[in-house]
T-cell receptor, first 113, second 110 residues
């Protein structure tokens, strides 16, 4: 069966520090991978989308970047965190066809102080 | 105007009540998703439907493509149903890129 992992579960970082959040998927090959952010009191927003290794689509201009060094690994990064980067970050995967369910990871709660 | 609107934003009910959460969208879609987010933040996909109705246990989801409206119903509600329910639709140009509603926070009191 397929599983999706995210770490860390929670993170408190100072403004200006770097960030690296990792997401890995098991039990499937060539998944579509997604990074979402949920800011406090707001809905989910798609940040990045990847259909394959090294293929990243950025959905909104921001202080973050994403990379996919391996088929089932998706990394969210920042060189210098801003206060506005605080939020709940969710990774998700889906099969590479239309109209497929997306499966979400447990999320990382990031607080930038 | 948001592309996906949910109502109500908050809903409190007593155990056993029949619950209805509504979702209206303004974009053309291929499928609509209903998600459940638990207090800890984890998200579970409940339904994906493109027409008619789907049922899973006490949960029922319906969609009217012509009216661009979907409803999520919970029968015989229970405190463990307390969660945020989120509606999401794909953008036209990429079926996998979802646009999310703001969510409906449901609280079921015993």
């Amino acid at each position: 069966s397929q599983t999706i992992h995210q770490w860390p579960a929670t993170l408190v970082q100072p403004v200006g520090s770097p960030l690296s959040l990792e997401c890995t998927v098991e039990g499937t090959s060539n998944p579509n991978l997604y990074w979402y952010r949920q800011a406090a009191g707001r809905g989910l927003q798609l940040l990045f989308y990847s259909v394959g290794i090294g293929q990243i689509s950025s959905e909104v201009p921001q202080n973050l970047s994403a990379s996919r060094p391996q088929d089932r690994q998706f990394i969210l990064s920042s060189k210098k965190l801003l206060l506005s980067d605080s939020g709940f970050y969710l990774c998700a995967w889906s099969v590479d066809t239309n109209q497929e369910t997306q499966y979400f990871g447990p999320g990382t709660r990031l607080l930038v102080l | 105007k948001n592309e996906v609107e949910q109502s109500p934003q908050n809903l409190t009910a007593q155990e056993g009540e029949f619950i209805t959460i509504n979702c209206s969208y303004s974009v053309g879609i291929s499928a609509l998703h209903w998600l459940q987010q638990h207090p800890g933040g984890g998200i579970v996909s409940l339904f994906m439907l493109s027409s008619g109705k789907k049922k899973h246990g006490r949960l029922i989801a319906t969609i009217n493509i012509q009216e661009k409206h979907s409803s999520l119903h919970i029968t015989a509600s229970h405190p463990r149903d307390s969660a945020v329910y989120i509606c999401a639709v794909p953008r036209i140009q990429g079926a996998q890129k979802l646009v999310f509603g703001q969510g409906t926070r449901l609280t079921i009191n015993p």
